[in-house]
């Protein structure tokens, strides 16, 4: 049973437009969620992580909402850039963002110039 | 401070071989986890070694294992390779503070 869920397998984004990737999970004792990006042929790379006593965490151009009561967070990238084009994991975690992390399927993100 | 660092980056074993696998932690961190990736499955934790014991484990057969040193630094092992083993081994260390942080990873391939 999949408890981190990211249902679009694939987004395709005009630059400069905004970048929204959704997450779902089902475990309501996860207290800790992350966003890793990954290219290919290297390790996941941590972006913005957000506890469970926040709605919301900001970094430059990436934010994270929590909606704990719907069991969901997303990532909003704005200004997609190029370079954002990765697959994109969300995680959840019992501890603060220390392990066992488990891991959605990850989304595809092209951002077309 | 460096990354976290994984060797080999690629290997080839056959059926039935035992292969070993080895990360090298960010300096000072003294967690460190190992997830395998495969396209079918995602990313799946393996385990986790802290201070050189495990301290978490998923839910892998025991042809999995590892250990860790007292450098922090640490193996995996998987013994009697199946077809279904290859996947793209990944290593994270943390600091036990803000989440992990992940190596290149070893991409194994068993023939």
């Known amino acids: 049973d999949q408890q981190v869920k990211q249902n679009s397998p694939s987004l395709s984004v005009q630059e400069g437009r905004i970048s929204i990737l959704n997450c779902d999970y089902t475990?309501?004792?996860?207290?800790?969620f992350l966003w890793y990006k990954k290219y290919p042929a290297e390790g996941p790379t941590f972006l913005i992580s957000?506890?469970?006593?926040?709605d919301k965490n900001e970094d430059g151009r990436f934010t994270v909402f929590l909606n704990k009561s719907a069991k969901h967070l997303s990532l909003h990238i704005v200004p997609s850039q190029p370079g954002d084009s990765a697959v994109y994991f969300c995680?959840?975690?019992?501890?603060?963002?220390?392990?066992?992390?488990?891991f959605g399927k990850g989304t595809r993100l092209s951002v077309i110039a | 401070k460096a990354g976290v660092t994984q060797t080999p980056r690629y290997l080839i074993k056959t059926r039935g071989q035992q292969v070993t696998l080895s990360c090298s932690p960010i300096?000072?961190?003294?967690?460190v986890s190992w997830y395998q990736q495969t396209p079918g499955q995602g990313l799946q934790f393996l385990f986790e070694?802290?201070?050189?014991?495990?301290?978490n484990k998923g839910n892998f057969p025991g042809r999995f294992s590892g250990r860790q040193f007292s450098n922090s630094r640490s193996e995996m092992n998987v013994s009697t390779l199946e077809l279904g083993d290859s996947a793209l081994y990944l290593c994270?260390?943390?600091?036990?503070?803000?989440?992990?942080?992940f190596g290149p990873g070893t991409r194994l391939t068993v023939l």
């Open positions: 995680a959840a975690s019992y501890t603060s963002g220390n392990t066992p992390l488990v």
């Open positions: 957000i506890s469970s006593i926040k």
């Open positions: 070694y802290f201070s050189e014991t495990q301290r």
């Open positions: 994270a260390s943390s600091s036990g503070l803000q989440g992990q942080f």
């Open positions: 475990n309501s004792m996860f207290d800790y």
């Open positions: 300096s000072g961190h003294r967690s």
